[in-house]
């Protein structure tokens, strides 16, 4: 069965550092997506980024970037140069590609950015 | 663009009432997500209809009935509330040509008494 494992429960960093955010899954299938999403304060839920699992590349939207180890089975998210409007609750997802969309959701990670 | 909205923002009901949560999307958008969201939790994904009329059920199915009639709305009703239960429930659609992403509605909020 696929899973989504969250660790970290909250971060907090300084505006304008680097922070990165762990997520590791589980999956039997050869072929996967991972993605990451933002829940805002207000409840308003966000798209980030995306990683397809057979790109050697990761992949860097803006100031987000992931670093996907495929054989640790994970994908961290980096975001550089935080700002305050960076606070907000962090999922990470996988979608299997025999799944037709089914997500599963990791548990979140709140970050904080500390003017 | 488009949006999700849910119906009622808020809703508060009585144990062992039936309620009923709606969904409405103008993405044109095939598949629709119901997900649960506890408090502090990650999202749980209840059902999920990749047409008209079609019904997948999700990792927490159970105690909920869904319903896709048309491909703009998708509803869900919660069976038979549970007393002091309290969850934001969220609904979501996919859209293909946008790297497959999930766009999210504003959640209704439930709380049974």
């Known amino acids: 069965a696929q899973k989504v494992t969250q660790t970290q429960t909250s971060i907090s960093v300084m505006e304008k550092t680097t922070v990165t955010m762990d997520c590791v899954y589980e999956?039997?299938?050869?072929?996967?997506?991972l993605f990451w999403y933002k829940q805002t304060a207000s409840g308003e839920i966000v798209f980030l980024i995306r990683q397809d699992s057979y790109k050697k590349e990761n992949a860097t939207v803006g100031h987000y970037s992931l670093n996907f180890q495929k054989p640790k089975s994970s994908i961290g998210l980096i975001i550089t140069a935080t700002q305050i409007e960076d606070s907000a609750v962090y999922f990470c997802a996988m979608r299997e590609d025999y799944n037709q969309g089914k997500l599963i959701f990791g548990q979140g990670t709140k970050l904080s950015i500390k003017p | 663009g488009g949006i999700i909205t849910q119906t009622p923002k808020f809703l508060i009901g009585q144990e062992g009432q039936k309620l009923t949560l709606k969904c409405q999307q103008n993405?044109?958008?095939?598949?629709m997500y119901w997900y649960r969201q506890d408090s502090g939790k990650g999202l749980r994904l209840i059902y999920y209809?990749?047409?008209?009329?079609?019904?997948q059920k999700g990792d927490l199915s159970e105690g909920y009935d869904a319903s896709r009639e048309k491909k703009s709305s998708f509803s869900l009703t919660v069976t038979s509330a549970q007393k002091n239960e309290m969850a934001v429930f969220l609904c979501?659609?996919?859209?293909?040509?946008?790297?497959?992403?999930?766009?999210f509605g504003p959640g209704t909020r439930l709380l049974v008494l």
């Open positions: 993405f044109n958008h095939d598949t």
């Open positions: 209809s990749i047409t008209e009329n079609d019904l």
């Open positions: 979501a659609s996919r859209d293909w040509g946008n790297q497959d992403t999930q766009y």
């Open positions: 999956t039997q299938d050869s072929s996967y997506f």
